[in-house]
């Protein structure tokens, strides 16, 4: 009996020693840090429009990512064929989500926009144009460079009519080795895909 008394208090020891070192291994680990795309300035004169010049209603989507960068975790590239998933370092919402909804705010800083209409549609929404992109990639390293590659089309705002069809890369430099930086520089990267859009849709105004 005493013996057996013995080894259930050794056992409690024990148990609450594992829960101290995992509890002290928790309060240790690093938090986690939330990153947004954030959109550019452009110089479209809001809310303006001449005969000349007239403002659009624009639909967006759908907008295409691959499945290997449809995750919270930043991807960084170790090598060509090898990528890394930074634990602690995440998207703040869906990428996706990010993606679309900086592309219109780009859009409407760089042209002469009345609505923007996303993916998918509701009927009787009148469009001038619509935009869909299908991402193939869009990730880097930081202190190195983000590159974006991606298909998009350009369609009349009833869909049937391809009014440009183009595969397009963007390339720019990380200014810094931190996440804050390479983040930056994706967001730079959609801008520039942003502004090739935008002159798109203004030759065909």
């Keep these: 009996m005493k013996m057996m008394t013995r080894f259930l208090s050794l056992l409690t020891w024990i148990l609450i020693g594992a829960f101290l070192v995992t509890l002290s291994g928790c309060a240790s680990s690093p938090s986690s840090r939330f990153y947004l795309l954030n959109s550019q300035p452009g110089s479209a004169p809001e ?23 449809d995750r919270p975790q930043i991807v960084t590239h170790v090598t060509p064929n090898e990528i890394k998933l930074a634990e602690f370092e995440r998207w703040a919402e869906p990428i996706k989500d990010n993606f ?71 390339s720019e430099s990380v200014s810094g080795g931190d996440y804050k930086s390479l983040v930056l520089a994706h967001s730079q990267a959609l801008g520039s895909l942003s502004r090739e859009i935008a002159e798109a849709i203004k030759t065909l105004k």
């Design 47 to 69: 809310g303006k429009s001449s005969a000349d010049d007239p403002c659009v209603s624009i639909g967006i989507g759908p907008i295409e990512i691959p499945d290997y960068l």
């Design 100 to 170: 679309t909804r900086v592309l219109a705010q780009n859009l409407s800083n760089l042209a002469c926009v009345k609505e923007i209409t996303f993916f998918p549609w509701r009927r009787g929404i009148p469009m001038d144009y619509r935009v869909e992109a299908k991402i193939i990639r869009f990730d880097g390293n930081p202190g190195d460079k983000v590159i974006l590659e991606v298909w998009w089309r350009l369609l009349s705002g009833d869909g049937k009519t391809m009014l440009q069809s183009k595969r397009s890369s963007f």
